[in-house]
C-alpha cells in the first residue's frame, strides 16, 4: 500500500466554474430583475443611513488611523470618510446590516443577499474615482446593479438546497463568496483570476453562527456580513495580483471544505455518501434570486418574524385594553422559525431581542408598533409586560407552514397568532402567510418601501438633498447611465 499521496494538481471544482462562468458570461435583460434591483439598492442605503443614529453601530465606523483620508477612497454613505475599498467595504456592510432591515432570502439557508452592497458601492466608487483621475470613463450604476443582481443569485441559488447552518456555520459565507466574485469582475478579473479569488473565499475559515443563538447572540451578527464583503474585496485583490489559487478547495479528500466543514460536524451529513456531502443546485444562475427577494418593509425583525409582528399589530386593538387579562397565547410557525428565533428566558441585548420571536410578537401586541428603539435597553428594562407576556406565549409548529415554507412555488413564511383570556374568551386566530415585502404582495409592498427609503433619507440629509436622491433612483434609465461617482456624491456627508 502506498504512502505517497499524487501530485497530480486538479482542474479547478465544477462549482466554483459555474459561478466563474455565469459572473463573466451571462447577460443580465431581465427588466423585472433590473427594477426590483434599483428598489432594493434604495432599501439597502436607507437602512445603512438609518443605522447612523445609533452609537453602537458608529463607533466601529472610520480609518483604522484616525484621521487617514485616502486618495481616490470608497465614500460611506451617510458619513464624510473617505477609506481605502476594504475598510469602506466592512463600514458600508455594517450600517447595511446594523439594523436587521435589509432585504431576506429564505431557503435550506438563510441570509441578506443586499449585504454583498458593502463590497460591490465601496470598490465602484473607488474605481470610478480612479478612472477618472486617469482620464476614463467612470463605472455607471447600471453596473452596480447588474452585480447586485449577481450577488443575490450567487448566494441565493447556493442558499436553495445547501445548509450551512446545520453544520454550524453562519451564511455570511455565501456574502463573501458572492461579493468575491462580483467584485472581481468589477475590478477586471479574468476567469482565472476569478477561479483563484473564489477558491480563497472558500478556503478561510468560516464564522460560526453562535454569535446568533441563545445564549451567545450578540451584536458580532449585526457586523458579521460587513466583515464579509470586506473580506471579500481583499480576496479579489489579492487574486488580481496574481496570487495562485487553490483549484481543489471544495472537494480535496480530508483537506478540502466539504470533508471539514460540510460533513464531518454533522453526524447525519457524515453519514450520506460522498456525493451527497457536495452542494447541491436546484437551478441554473440567472435572475431569479432579485426577482423573488424578500424586502423587509413594516418592522426591523428577523424575517420569520415578520408576519407574525404583522398579526400582533392587527390584533392590537383587541388586546390593548386587555393585557393584565391574558391568560396564554398561542403562536403558531414553520420549523426555521423555532430552530432560529424562539427563546425562553432573560434577553441580553438589543441583537438578542430582535431574534426573539416572542418578543417581536409581545411589542406590538401591547404598543401596536415595532420599531429599532424597542430592543434598546432602556425601552426593555422600562417595560417588563413584554417579559410577562413572553412568559405566556406556547409556539406550536403547524407542518403545513413548514412545507409551504421550501416550497418553491409558495415560499410562504406563515405565522398565526391567537390571544386568550383568564374569562375563558379569546381573540380569532389571526394567520398571515406572505409577509408585505413577498414577492406575491410586490403592488402593495413596493409603494411602502419608497415610503420607508425616503423617511430613512430624512434621518441623514435635508429636504432638498432628500427630494434630488429620490428624483433619480426614482427613474430606471436615468439611474443606470449615472456614473458611480456622481451617485455616491449625493449621500455624503
Request: with cysteine.
Given at each position: 500500500m502506498s504512502t505517497v499521496e499524487a501530485n497530480v494538481r486538479p482542474d479547478y471544482d465544477v462549482e466554483l466554474q459555474k459561478i466563474a462562468d455565469y459572473v463573466l458570461g451571462f447577460t443580465i435583460d431581465s427588466s423585472e430583475a433590473l427594477d426590483t434591483a434599483r428598489y432594493c439598492l434604495m432599501d439597502t442605503l436607507g437602512c445603512g443611513l438609518l443605522a447612523l443614529r445609533f452609537p453602537e453601530c458608529t463607533k466601529h465606523l472610520g480609518p483604522l488611523v484616525e484621521g487617514t483620508?485616502?486618495?481616490?477612497?470608497?465614500?460611506?454613505?451617510?458619513?464624510?470618510?473617505?477609506?481605502?475599498?476594504?475598510?469602506?467595504?466592512?463600514?458600508?456592510?455594517?450600517?447595511?446590516?446594523w439594523l436587521d432591515y435589509n432585504d431576506t432570502w429564505l431557503a435550506a439557508e438563510w441570509g441578506h443577499p443586499s449585504d454583498n452592497l458593502g463590497g460591490i458601492l465601496a470598490i465602484a466608487d473607488h474605481l470610478s474615482q480612479k478612472r477618472l483621475a486617469q482620464g476614463e470613463s467612470p463605472l455607471t450604476m447600471r453596473e452596480v446593479?447588474?452585480?447586485?443582481?449577481?450577488?443575490?443569485?450567487?448566494?441565493?441559488?447556493?442558499?436553495?438546497?445547501?445548509?450551512?447552518?446545520?453544520?454550524?456555520?453562519?451564511?455570511?459565507?455565501?456574502?463573501?463568496?458572492?461579493?468575491?466574485?462580483?467584485?472581481a469582475k468589477l475590478m477586471g478579473a479574468g476567469r482565472e483570476q476569478l477561479l483563484s479569488a473564489l477558491s480563497h473565499a472558500w478556503v478561510?475559515?468560516?464564522?460560526?453562527?453562535?454569535?446568533?443563538h441563545a445564549p451567545n447572540a450578540g451584536s458580532r451578527k449585526?457586523?458579521?456580513?460587513?466583515?464579509?464583503?470586506?473580506?471579500?474585496?481583499?480576496?479579489?485583490?489579492?487574486?488580481?495580483?496574481?496570487?495562485?489559487g487553490i483549484p481543489g478547495v471544495l472537494s480535496a479528500p480530508q483537506w478540502g471544505f466539504y470533508d471539514i466543514l460540510f460533513s464531518h460536524t454533522n453526524r447525519d451529513l457524515a453519514l450520506k455518501p460522498e456525493a451527497e456531502r457536495k452542494f447541491s443546485f436546484q437551478r441554473e444562475f440567472g435572475t431569479y434570486v432579485m426577482e423573488n427577494i424578500l424586502f423587509k418593509i413594516s418592522f426591523p425583525a428577523e424575517f420569520h418574524a415578520q408576519t407574525?409582528?404583522?398579526?400582533?399589530?392587527?390584533?392590537?386593538p383587541q388586546v390593548k385594553d386587555r393585557v393584565n387579562e391574558i391568560d396564554r397565547i398561542v403562536l403558531t410557525t414553520h420549523d426555521s422559525a423555532i430552530r432560529i428565533i424562539s427563546k425562553e428566558g432573560s434577553l441580553a441585548n438589543p441583537a438578542?431581542?430582535?431574534?426573539?420571536?416572542?418578543?417581536?410578537?409581545?411589542v406590538p401586541l401591547i404598543f401596536g408598533s415595532l420599531t429599532a428603539e424597542h430592543y434598546e435597553d432602556e425601552f426593555h428594562e422600562a417595560n417588563p409586560l413584554i417579559d410577562e407576556l413572553r412568559g405566556k406565549m406556547e409556539v406550536v409548529e403547524n407542518e403545513g407552514y413548514s412545507r409551504?415554507?421550501?416550497?418553491?412555488?409558495?415560499?410562504?413564511?406563515?405565522?398565526?397568532?391567537q390571544v386568550f383570556f383568564k374569562d375563558g374568551s379569546a381573540t380569532e386566530k389571526v394567520e398571515v402567510h406572505?409577509?408585505?415585502?413577498?414577492?406575491?404582495?410586490?403592488?402593495?409592498?413596493?409603494?411602502?418601501?419608497?415610503?420607508?427609503?425616503?423617511?430613512?433619507?430624512?434621518?441623514?440629509?435635508?429636504?432638498?438633498?432628500?427630494?434630488?436622491?429620490?428624483?433619480l433612483c426614482e427613474e430606471q434609465a436615468r439611474l443606470e447611465s449615472t456614473p458611480v461617482n456622481r451617485f455616491v456624491d449625493l449621500f455624503v456627508i
Open positions: 483620508v485616502v486618495p481616490n477612497g470608497a465614500r460611506v454613505p451617510g458619513t464624510s470618510f473617505r477609506l481605502d475599498p476594504v475598510k469602506a467595504a466592512w463600514d458600508i456592510g455594517a450600517i447595511i446590516r446593479l447588474e452585480a447586485m443582481i449577481m450577488a443575490h443569485e450567487i448566494q441565493g441559488i447556493l442558499a436553495l438546497d445547501n445548509s450551512f447552518n446545520r453544520v454550524g456555520l453562519d451564511h455570511v459565507v455565501l456574502v463573501k463568496v458572492a461579493s468575491t466574485a462580483v467584485v478561510d475559515g468560516q464564522s460560526l453562527r453562535t454569535y446568533r449585526s457586523w458579521a456580513a460587513g466583515d464579509a464583503t470586506s473580506r471579500a474585496v481583499r480576496l479579489a485583490d489579492i487574486a488580481m495580483r496574481g496570487e495562485m407574525a409582528c404583522e398579526a400582533a399589530v392587527t390584533l392590537h438578542d431581542r430582535d431574534h426573539c420571536l416572542q418578543y417581536m410578537t409581545a409551504d415554507y421550501y416550497d418553491p412555488e409558495r415560499r410562504s413564511i406563515a405565522n398565526a397568532i406572505y409577509p408585505v415585502g413577498h414577492r406575491r404582495r410586490r403592488a402593495e409592498g413596493i409603494p411602502l418601501l419608497v415610503d420607508k427609503f425616503r423617511r430613512n433619507l430624512a434621518t441623514r440629509f435635508p429636504a432638498g438633498r432628500c427630494e434630488q436622491i429620490l428624483a
